[in-house]
Structures are given as structure tokens and as C-alpha cells.
């Protein structure tokens, strides 16, 4: 219950489109993460099958792919969410914003460790690539469309193919 109450307050203060409470319970973002929840309960019990079903069909429903063992932090506000894919090993902080066609994904060359850690307070927008094994500080915008395969400092704003710095925040 606590979840679905921090979800409210999240899309409340994210979403200028939402006019009424029920609406949340319409948003992919909301279902998707409510499925994550389930499947990575079965994930942590070693429970793949069941778990990774239980993310196939959140995919399928939502439109956004969260791998049941993906770490997600509070307050994920994910805005549209068509085609978000969130690997396996990667981390979520807190307060984070993803906006649709988000890849937080691997680069197919690693074992163990492969996806991103994402900290606190990151902004990202529509159809970001963070690739690999790689850090994005607290407190980062990524721009749309941008390519990230390097770890990114704190308090920056990144653009383009391949990321680059722009400035400071």
C-alpha cells in the first residue's frame, strides 16, 4: 500500500496531465512497476520462470520492459514509457525520470555487472542509450536521443551521439 501511495505523489508531481487519483492506476508506469514488484519477489526466490513471465507480460501490457532483477529505487517516474528497456543488473536510485524509449541496457560484451547504475535525481529524456557497466551521478540530465558509455559526474547535462558534456547543473 505505502508503493502505491509514493506512486501517486510521483506522478502527481510529474504528470501536469493527470486530473484525477484513479487515473494513476491507468499509467504504464504505475503497472509495469507494480508487475517489477511481483517478479522480483519470484526472481529473489530463485523463482526465474515465474518471475520473467510475470515480466513478459507486464512488457507486453505496458510497453515497458523492466527485467525482474533490475534494482529500482523510489519515486521511478517513467512519462509515456513505450519502449523502455531496464536490464537485469541495472541499479535505479531515487526521484529518477525516464521518458519513453529509454534504454538502460547493456553492450553484450560483459558478464556479471552489466547494465548502468542510475543515482539519484537523474533526468532522461526520450530515446536515451546508457550502455555498459557505467555510472550516471546524482543529479544528471541526459538528453533525447543521447548515447552514454561513460561513467557521467555528477551535476551534468549530457547531449548527443556519443554523450558529451555541455555543462555544469
Do not use: W
Not at 98 to 127: A, M, S
Amino acid at each position: 500500500m505505502h508503493f502505491i501511495k509514493e506512486q501517486i505523489q510521483t506522478i502527481r508531481k510529474n504528470d501536469p496531465a493527470l486530473h484525477s487519483i484513479l487515473e494513476v492506476f491507468l499509467y504504464p508506469s504505475f503497472r509495469a512497476q507494480i508487475y517489477h514488484k511481483i517478479a522480483k519477489f519470484f526472481y529473489q526466490k530463485k523463482h526465474y520462470f515465474i518471475a520473467r513471465y510475470l515480466s513478459e507480460r507486464a512488457k507486453r501490457k505496458t510497453g515497458i520492459e523492466i527485467h525482474p532483477g533490475a534494482t529500482i529505487g523510489k519515486n521511478l517516474f517513467i512519462d509515456h514509457g513505450t519502449g523502455v528497456i531496464i536490464g537485469e543488473t541495472t541499479i535505479i536510485g531515487n526521484n529518477v525520470i525516464l521518458f519513453h524509449g529509454v534504454t538502460l541496457g547493456g553492450t553484450g560484451k560483459d558478464k556479471g555487472k552489466r547494465h548502468p547504475t542510475i543515482e539519484d535525481n537523474v533526468y532522461i529524456g526520450c530515446g536515451a542509450k546508457i550502455l555498459g557497466n557505467i555510472t550516471i551521478g546524482q543529479n544528471v540530465k541526459i538528453g533525447a536521443n543521447a548515447v552514454v558509455l561513460k561513467n557521467v559526474e555528477p551535476n551534468t547535462t549530457i547531449v548527443g551521439i556519443p554523450g558529451k558534456e555541455t555543462k555544469k547543473n
